[in-house]
């Protein structure tokens, strides 16, 4: 999910057991013959924020989240909307894209934050079209947003303004989050367009 929101990839392991002797020396041995890899310790530190958060609330058992950490808690709120107002950086947020269910937990103080279900929709397919020009500007800012676009060519029409076109009818938050980007309007497919077939947004950047 971005700069904003990183998995749990980095954990920090704290190995002073030979100055114990006995068992934990042991433990030390088999680490340094048998180090854990860097995916194996990010497994167990997810594992670990699930048990955790499990004590605490009744988790889909059939299902396993997806689990990340929020780094800027500004930047997390602004582009991922009210979820996430009450978040603090280290916060960690679980996703069960099957049971629709969204929770952030508070390490720091092995507290829930906030529980809600949620919607998943997979990334719309957007083409951006209309003269150099204009679709450099729009192509640049969606990129900005780490959307992905197409680049459709020349518009038969002679666009005056943008306007994003839903052409699926499905994408609604999708393409109005689009409009929103390159500065435009929702709208229809304008009078001589052709309706693409490898697409679910539209752009029609002018002028």
């Known amino acids: ?36 890899s860097a995916n194996q ?3 167990a530190e997810v594992d670990r924020t699930i048990a955790a958060v499990g004590k605490l609330y009744a988790l889909p ?20 909307g009210h979820f996430f107002d009450n978040a603090e ?10 049971a629709k ?12 934050v906030n529980v809600s279900s949620v919607t998943i929709q997979s990334n719309a397919r957007v083409k951006v079209i209309g003269s150099q020009t204009a679709r450099q500007a729009a192509e640049n800012a969606l990129q900005g947003a780490q959307i992905t676009a197409i680049d459709g060519g020349d518009a038969k029409s002679s666009p005056t303004s943008v306007v994003v076109v839903d ?9 109005k989050k689009v409009a929103d980007t390159v500065k435009g309007t929702v709208g229809t497919l304008p009078a001589g367009e052709d309706k693409p077939t490898d697409a ?5 950047a002018g002028p």
């Open 61 to 80: 058992k059939d299902e396993k989240p997806t689990v990340a950490t929020v780094t800027d808690k500004e930047a997390t709120k602004k582009q991922y």
């Open 200 to 204: 679910d947004i539209l752009v029609v």
């Open 167 to 175: 052409l699926t009818g499905q994408n609604a938050d999708q393409t």
């Open 41 to 43: 310790a990010a497994q």
């Open 89 to 98: 950086n280290g916060d960690i947020s679980l996703i069960y894209t099957q």
């Open 1 to 36: 999910m971005k700069k904003t929101i990183l998995l749990i990839v980095d954990v920090l392991i704290i190995v002073g057991l030979a100055a114990f002797g006995g068992f934990y020396f042991k433990k030390y041995r088999d680490l340094k013959n048998h180090p854990v």
């Open 101 to 112: 269910l969204a929770i952030l937990y508070r390490p720091s103080t092995n507290k829930i």
